[in-house]
């Protein structure tokens, strides 16, 4: 902790190299007039922006910038973009730019949209989505996974090739994964975003937590003294239907900006899941057929004010209610050794289940001097909490469906709640050498859950203290790094950070006695490395080493019951994993990208599906239980097929080598994994286009399981209506229901587990996506400083 410390006050009270700032000014027209409003940004060599202003009303600006090479940018809602990069060594007059009205003719948009749907930078990939068809009345989600690169599977979010991703907004981690997160992002519209970042080895600004990289969601922003409104209805057919209302409200006048949404859904959504496990004494057959309750509510506000030019104080209050009720009906078929059916179970149960999370934020930004120095606060507090009611009851039947008996009734109560409170400080310092930043945070975290088991076989309730127990979490976290950029000429830039990060860990189960405490203090370096060959040619090579903790919810020791013969369990003794990622890619104009990339994994852990032949007893458990390699070559194309026919087009090669690291008496299977995808976008005419899309995975082997073929056909079509100002889009998605997961296939202690999910993927959607006010906005989205901590809490 002395070592951290002393970090932070080495790194903190940095000051600046003195230099006189430049003056870079300009005119924004026109054909016919002078463009007030217009947004400026200064980008520097890593595309991230670092200044930026608007017109007068005599179409000028004028910005204090210091020496160094920039990317400026300009744009107006109604007008086509504009980029120059340029070299400031003195003042700089730009002149009088002439932005040309969007153009009414089709080939011309279609160029547009076509150049700028991906970009290569130096540490990331940018996906812009403003012309996909399948996101229209659609949310961040569903926005992601249209992603080049990127799979939503089974609530999890993959960088291919990487892992399990995590996700921020403008440049902020959520801190929730699985249901939870997704939960989030479908609250979130994806006309409201700007553009997604592709991380796939993070900056050394950002939490070493994730061996997937990061996915970042750019918002869209504009002009001051302005408000829009945004409200999307949707109607989702599935088995069930699925309602969903969304309303977002901007406001920006003078020095005050505010924000507010409101998002609820509520509906039913099927899952069926099949699992065959293959004992020495026969197969058993698991069928589960469960109706979900798909309800959520969450809102979000934001307020920020501008006590000078130079400071901002700003404040954010997030509030998440999910209600995912579920009833199911389970029957389990045991055949003997001769394939003959001797028996069967039938469970019926439902669950009460319910989480609620809270995020306030108060952050201040204040820009120190001329030479864009900028130090930024943020103060976090995250408050989770869940109830989950399981009642359940099996009845054993012959073959000849006779009863037996009962064979098991319970109930199964658990709570959690989790806080954290952090605290965060960030430091941009450009000097003449370098763009270097620089910062720390604090992280405090407590979790208490409990579960209690209760026999109700007799009809009368009977607490099992086996079965029942509390356990107590805490965590604690101190980071500090410091990041430098240099873009040595036209040619080459580079980047190198360093993160060092103190985690101090203790758990204890009151019911098994049992404290274990974990401290460990670890280094993360970045490197990256960047060369434009030409215009039409850009290499990048780049490094990261990242740190995988478990979920809170994974060390918790207690049982969570599936069914009768089946149950989940959690593992206190769970160590972090460790990866080190590399990654080589090329860029041919902006239409061929090709990436190589290489993932080392030290102390993996992962779900262990296990069984216990005397009992018939199938556990879901988790432990650091492998090392491995994952490689592979990524390549995505783009084309223009016709002038109206847009095609996005990817094919991943992926192949792994795992070695177990104890004693699990199983062999490890590795295979080469494929996955293609392709996205077609026609254009019908001015206001109408059509989109379809297909993707296929082969089945495949990796480490301790094989798992079956994937693959997704989906068709949207959108209609703009009133200038735009009214939308109206339809989505097919996965037309032939083969998205699922199936063929999921494991062999431990000599028994064959074979596990099929499918939950609910094909769905017809209908939306109507309204706006109004003035479409340009300013608001100034933040996230939160402590989303890695809400990240793990694994709902």
Known sequence: MKKVNLLIFLLLPLFCLAQAPLKLKGKIVSETTPLQWADVSISNSQGKIIDGTTTKQDGTFEINIKKGFYKIGVSLLGFTDYEKEIAIENDFDLGTILLKENATNLNEIVIQAKRNTIEQKTDRVVYNLENNVTTVGGDALSAINTAPGVV??????????????????????????????????????????????????????????????????????????????????????????????????????????????INGKTGYKNADEVSEVYFVEGLSILKARTKVKDENASGKLALDYDFSEKTTVGFQYLNSKNNPDFQSDIRIDRYNKQKQLQNYILNTSFADKESSNQTYNVHLITKLDSLNRKLSFDVDYFDYNSKFDRKFVANNYEADMTFIAINQSGRNISNQDINNFSFKAD?????????????????????????????????????????????????????????????????????????????????????????????????????????????????????????????????????????????????????????????????????????????????????????????????????????????GIGETYSANFMDWWQSENSLYLLGSKTNFTNAINATPTNGLEIDLSTNNTFSLSKTAKLQIDFSYTPPYKQGLYTVGYMSSLNIGFKQDLFNKSVQVAFLANDVFNTSYLKDFVSVVNGVRQVYNNNESNRFVRLSVVYNFGNKKINVKDRDFGNQEEKNRTGR
């Open 427 to 631: 430091m941009e310092h450009p000097l003449q050498a370098l763009q270097l930043s620089y910062g720390a945070k604090m992280s405090f975290t407590n979790s208490k859950s409990d579960v209690f088991y209760f026999n109700t076989i007799t009809g009368s309730p009977e607490l099992d203290p086996q079965q029942s127990n509390r356990f107590k979490y805490t965590e604690n976290n101190q980071a500090v790094y410091i990041n430098g950029a240099k873009k040595i000429n036209e040619k080459w830039n580079f980047q190198l950070g360093l993160r060092l990060e103190n985690t101090k860990t203790n758990g204890f189960s009151e019911n098994l006695n049992q404290e274990t405490v974990n401290n460990y203090l670890k280094l993360f370096p970045t490197f990256y490395a960047s060369y434009n060959e030409n215009e039409n040619n850009n290499f990048s090579l780049n490094y990261g080493k990242r740190i995988n903790r478990p979920r809170f919810d994974l060390l918790n020791p207690f049982r969570i019951y599936i069914s009768s013969n089946s149950y989940s369990e959690g593992n206190p003794f769970l160590k972090p994993s460790f990866s080190d990622n590399f990654e080589f890619s090329h860029s041919y104009k902006e239409i061929l990208r090709t990436s190589v990339f290489l993932n080392v994994i030290t102390d993996g852990y992962g779900v262990l599906f296990t069984s216990n032949p005397k009992t018939n007893t199938l556990i879901v458990t988790r432990e650091n239980y492998f090392k491995g390699v994952n490689y």
């Open 152 to 261: 939503v599977q089974s609530n999890v979010i993959t960088i291919l090739g990487k892992g399990a991703s995590r996700v921020m907004i403008d440049g902020r981690m959520i801190e929730l994964t699985a249901e939870e997160l997704n939960n989030f992002l479908k609250s979130i519209s994806a006309s409201d975003i700007k553009n997604i970042e592709i991380i796939s080895n993070p900056p050394a600004k950002y939490e070493a937590e994730g061996t997937g990289g990061l996915i970042n969601i750019i918002m869209k922003k504009g002009a001051r003294d302005s408000w829009k409104n945004t409200t999307t209805a949707s109607y989702d057919q599935n088995k069930y239907g699925i309602y969903s209302l969304r309303n977002n409200f901007f406001f920006s006048k003078n020095k005050f900006r505010f924000s507010a949404s």
